[in-house]
């Protein structure tokens, strides 16, 4: 069995696409909290109020750090996903906090980010364009057959 970790952006069906292609693979995946709203506000549904952006931001950070850096851990495969919408600092510190770890790390991403993240698709063990391609690594990585 595989066990593979989604990151990265949350407006598109990327992860949907990538779970979807790859059924009938001995693959379980797990990933963040993709609700944007639930991530962002945890931290103080759970701890309390804060008055101050920074903290109700920085308590949300800290506890869903805790989801992401045991689903990295416990991951053989990392695949991070770069979309068009926002910075996705948070991605670009999952592949990082995954290569130190020494996961196996697909990035994934369209040509327009290539030069801006060349420097995490060096750390990865493939860079893909497209979730299709994504599958096919996995079911390569499984079964050892070509799409």
Known sequence: MLNVYLSGEIHTDWREQITEGAQG???????????????????????GAEA???????????????????????????????GDKYKQWNAAFDAGYAAALGKSLIILHGADHAHALKEVDAAA???????????????YVLTAKLP
Not at 53 to 78: E, L, M, P, S, Y
Not at 130 to 137: K, M, W
């Open 125 to 139: 063990l493939a860079v893909a364009s497209d979730p299709a391609q994504v599958v096919d690594i996995l079911r």
């Open 25 to 47: 693979l001995d693959i379980v995946f797990s990933g963040p909290v993709t609700d944007h709203a639930a991530s962002d506000d945890c931290g103080v549904a759970i701890l």
């Open 52 to 82: 101050d952006k920074f903290w109700h931001d920085h308590k949300g950070a800290q506890i869903n750090a805790i989801r992401t850096r045991k689903g990295i851990a416990d991951a053989d495969v990392v695949v991070v996903r770069f």
